[in-house]
């Protein structure tokens, strides 16, 4: 009799202690819930102040005459970001992107040298993206430049961005590449040895940093992980 008591006393504490441990972990978890809005925003926050370096990650692909296509991977130096595929192209982007002088210069040599048609910058890799300045604007953003505006080298054919940004903050200006194309009736392509010359501009999305509320987080799980071994030792 004594042992049935004991049984059921002993069955009854570990109900209760369950109990509380669910509840406990129930009141982190709605915790959670309030903290997680402070450190995950729904939508990034742009800043209209971006160097060639940020475009790092992204890649540069050119098409020269009759189709051959040749990609490279935007690398950071300093504030200057440069991508290039030996023997056939060098791109590079000098300090800040909206006063900055876009270069595409063709290496292609030889007999069989052809001509630079076309180049599309894709910055999906990177913290970039192109503003097309127009409106509305994406808060924050402020001016941009529709396509690419012409400074030196061959005449653009034309130009344009490309993939939308799918982001909630972004009114319509925010896109992660670009196109220019150069050549056509009566009108040269980089030949090559040549160089293309034009402006542009984009804008950063900053990395967020980790906030207390982050920390509070971080330091709740590891509450939880204490509780649960005490609670089952």
């Not at 990609?71 to 023997?87: E, Q, R, V």
């Amino acid at each position: 009799m004594i042992d049935v008591v004991i049984s059921r006393y002993v069955a009854i504490g570990g109900g209760i202690r369950a109990a509380v441990t669910d509840s406990f972990r129930a009141g982190l978890i709605v915790m959670f819930a309030s903290l997680f809005p402070l450190v995950d925003s729904s939508s990034a926050q742009i800043i209209s102040t971006a160097t060639g370096a940020h475009m790092a990650g992204g890649k540069v692909t050119v098409t020269f005459f009759g189709g051959p296509m040749a990609t490279g991977t935007i690398m950071a130096s300093g504030t200057t970001g440069t991508a290039t595929f030996p023997g056939s192209f060098l791109f590079t982007v000098a300090g800040e992107t909206s006063v900055a002088e876009w270069t595409l210069t063709n290496l292609d040599s030889g007999p069989a040298a052809r001509s630079i048609t076309s180049v599309v910058i894709d910055l999906m890799g990177s913290q970039s993206l192109f503003d097309d300045g127009s409106l509305p604007s994406t808060p924050l953003s402020l001016g941009g430049v529709a396509g690419a505006s012409y400074l030196s080298g061959p005449a653009i054919a034309s130009s344009g961005e490309l993939a939308p940004w799918a982001d909630p903050a972004n009114l319509g200006d925010m896109f992660r590449a670009e196109s220019v194309g150069w050549g056509g009736f009566m009108v040269p392509a980089i030949v090559p040895g040549g160089t293309a010359k034009w402006r542009d501009d984009t804008d950063l999305i900053p990395i967020p940093e980790p906030t207390s509320a982050g920390l509070l987080v971080a330091g709740a799980l590891v509450a939880i992980a204490l509780y649960r071994h005490t609670a089952l030792a």
